[in-house]
């Protein structure tokens, strides 16, 4: 039998990404944004398409990207370790404070000790299979979660990060990260069911 | 196993999270439960499905230039004056007040060289191929090579075509080893232009493609490490840079010519 708790590759409270300290001394202010393009400006595109996804409009989500790389370069100092998480924080912390100041219904927070699912025998197998919904339904439907269920959605799907790196940058502990995982594929597995009527024959 | 921690573990599983010891035992326990292979299965796919079909917002390709303007005019002046001093006395000798007038001057001299270099004409080669290429740096360094991902022409083309005043040719040369991957939009030489994108082993090429404006004479050019060929053909300027080898690329250069003197 299985151990009583899932036993995770990661320490269950990752460390805070910020120090309190600056770069390397005597750089050079050349030098510090040579630095900068390389090892921050690469990601970008992730901080964009994360934006993006939260913001759900590119004009906003270029205009917050832009005074969060702005807000990264001045704090390239406190970067320690590696830079895609470390900027994905800040432009995560840029649109939550969006959010809550223009859409503050996205941000209604979910408890998320009752984010628990069961395992899902009561759908059938075939009413789930994903793969066969198409680009625009999937798009929307991931557009109609919560944001921070959203938010770890395309961090974990689209950008590929582990638990730990969306656990800094969400600054929630692992096993939150993990709750809302869960329940952001169950729920959009519902929506996508509910958006898909025909499947809703299929029996047990 | 509560259906809590099987479903924990059941994400955990998909998300490639559990260690190796604990990720045997649960391959083990889906084994014999067929409830939890297929909710496995369905957990699997989704993944896959949006990893496949949902939307990557890329950054426009704007945003880098305007980032890269706007923490250059950062201050950054305590670091700026030292890096001016450590140019003026190499020596380690600290700048004389005396030549303080003269670092101004200097500076003066260099801004004035910079404008220049900004409103010169369009029709200068050198000026352009130096645009091509600090496009194609600045697409690679923000890991974003084209906004149209495509190997397919008949995609590439009239996404290109949709957005400029003119209709760039477009062939896939994957059969000559050159695949093509995407395209984007850019500004060089004041105006707006395409860029091809084409792949060979692991080397971005960037094709790019405009109208001829004036004529110019076909050259090849190397610097920083990359390659730069141009060329005109049937009314068409293309500038080719990549970090290939030169024969390589030359190689592409004469198959693009080839192909747009086509039908």
């Keep these: 039998m299985l151990a009583a708790g899932p036993a995770l590759q990661q320490e269950t409270r990752p460390a805070p990404l910020q120090a309190h300290d600056s770069g390397p001394p005597d750089e050079t202010s050349n030098e510090r944004k040579r630095r900068f393009e390389r090892s921050v400006l690469p990601h970008l595109n992730a901080a964009y398409n994360l934006a993006r996804w939260l913001t759900r409009n590119d004009h906003d989500a270029q205009d917050i990207v832009q005074d969060a790389m702005l807000r990264a370069f001045r704090f390239f100092g406190s970067l320690r370790g590696e830079a895609k998480p470390w900027l994905l924080a800040i432009v995560r912390n840029a ?17 998320d000790g009752l984010a628990e699912l069961l395992p899902s025998e009561d759908d059938g197998p075939e009413a789930l299979a994903v793969r066969n919904y198409d680009r625009r339904m999937l798009n929307a439907a991931i557009g109609t979660l919560p944001a921070q269920f959203r938010e770890v959605l395309i961090l974990r799907e689209l950008e ?31 929506t996508l069911q509910a958006s898909h009527p025909s499947r809703m024959q299929v029996h047990k | 196993m509560t259906n809590e921690e099987a479903n924990r573990l059941l994400h955990a599983h998909i998300d490639g999270e559990l260690d190796a010891a604990t990720a045997l035992e649960f391959e083990a326990y889906l084994a014999e439960d067929p409830t939890a292979r297929r909710a496995c299965q369905r957990l699997r796919q989704m993944s896959d499905a949006i990893r496949e079909k949902a939307d990557y917002h890329a950054a426009p390709a704007w945003l880098a230039a305007r980032v890269r303007a706007a923490t250059a005019a950062e201050p950054g002046s305590a670091g700026a004056l030292r890096s001016w001093r450590a140019w003026l006395a190499p020596a380690g000798v600290a700048v004389a007040d005396w030549l303080r007038p003269a670092a101004s001057f200097a500076a003066v001299a260099l801004v004035t060289w910079v404008v220049a270099l900004g409103t010169m004409r369009p029709g200068d080669e050198e000026h352009i191929a130096h645009e091509v290429l600090a496009s194609h740096v600045r697409s690679m360094l923000a890991n974003r090579s084209y906004d149209v991902a495509s190997s397919d022409q008949h995609t590439v083309k009239p996404w290109l075509s949709a957005r400029l005043a003119f209709s760039p040719p477009v062939t896939d040369l994957s059969t000559s080893g050159f695949e093509l991957v995407g395209g984007r939009l850019d500004y060089v030489g004041d105006q707006p232009v395409a860029v091809l994108v084409y792949k060979r082993r692991q080397h971005l090429i960037d094709v790019f493609v405009w109208p001829v404006v004036a004529p110019k004479p076909d050259q090849t050019l190397t610097h920083d490490g990359f390659n730069i060929e141009h060329f005109a053909k049937n009314g068409m300027d293309y500038w080719l840079v990549s970090d290939l080898g030169r024969d390589e690329l030359n190689g592409l250069a004469q198959l693009i010519a080839e192909y747009s003197a086509g039908p």
Aim: aromatic content about 8%; overall charge positive; hydrophobic content about 45%.
């Design chain 1, 95 to 111: 649109c939550f404070t969006w959010l809550q100041a223009n859409r503050p219904a996205d941000t209604v927070a979910f408890n």
């Design chain 1, 160 to 190: 590929d990060l582990s638990y730990k790196d969306i656990a800094r940058i969400a600054d929630v502990p692992i096993g939150t990260v993990m709750s809302r995982l869960s329940r952001a594929r169950r729920m959009l597995a519902e």
